[in-house]
């Protein structure tokens, strides 16, 4: 069964502090995305990435960066956590031509 | 610049009737269309698709009807089961560049099918 897997589900973090959210996929997939969904807001895509070591910004990218060494693996880094970074982050893959997202279960993040 | 609409943030139905849910967008350069269904705490499954090609796409209880000239797609879930309260989320395809895509996503309808 193909996997997008999210390192943690739960995460707290204090203000200020640099933040690691890691995404591992098993599907040799070159496409990789950053995603955070917010009440109301639906889904706004914050990095994406079609190749290792390539990133491109997407829509809400400050405050943000982005890590892809291994094709397998993209990390989303909050260089100092806000408040406002309190959110659920979903990490998704896929094929590149192809239509579809796989997405990881997710990571909601609260930052106090 | 919002290029993919759900207006409605919710829809309550009774378990077997139609839910019927909406999804508008303004940028002609899409090409494909897609739902997502979203539980709380777990991450959106894809659902149901359809090219621009065609105006309609069915998979079992799920039909999924586009409108071009209108720019318009809804998605019919018949009939309607418990099951199927969740999140849905419109989302649209379009080249990103190279054979690179990239979906936008509506902000998403809560769809509650009461027993």
């Known amino acids: 069964d193909v996997k997008v897997t999210q390192s943690s589900r739960y995460l707290v973090k204090r203000t200020g502090e640099k933040v690691f959210l890691e995404c591992v996929q098993d599907m040799d997939h070159e496409n990789m995305f950053w995603y955070r969904q917010d009440p109301g807001l639906g889904l706004r895509l914050i990095y994406f990435s079609y190749d290792v070591k390539m990133k491109e910004k997407g829509d809400i990218p400050e405050g943000y960066s982005v890590s892809r060494e291994k094709k397998e693996r993209f990390s989303l880094i909050l260089e100092s956590a806000s408040t406002n970074q309190t959110s659920m982050y979903l990490c998704?893959?896929?094929?590149?031509?192809?239509?579809?997202?796989?997405f990881g279960s997710g990571t909601r993040l609260t930052v106090v | 610049d919002q290029q993919v609409k759900q207006n409605s943030p919710s829809l309550s139905v009774q378990e077997g009737r139609i839910s019927i849910l909406n999804c508008d967008y303004t940028n002609s350069m899409f090409d494909y269309f897609l739902w997502y269904k979203k539980y709380p705490a777990e991450g959106p499954t894809f659902l149901i698709s359809i090219s621009s090609i065609k105006d309609k796409n069915e998979d079992g209880r799920f039909t999924v009807f586009l409108n071009k000239s209108a720019k318009h797609l809804s998605l019919h879930i018949v009939p309607s089961q418990p099951g199927d309260s969740a999140v849905y989320f419109c989302?649209?395809?379009?080249?990103?560049?190279?054979?690179?895509?990239?979906?936008?996503f509506g902000k998403g309808t809560l769809l509650t099918v009461n027993p």
């Open positions: 998704a893959s896929s094929r590149t031509g192809l239509y579809g997202y796989t």
């Open positions: 989302a649209a395809r379009r080249r990103s560049g190279g054979s690179n895509y990239k979906l936008t």
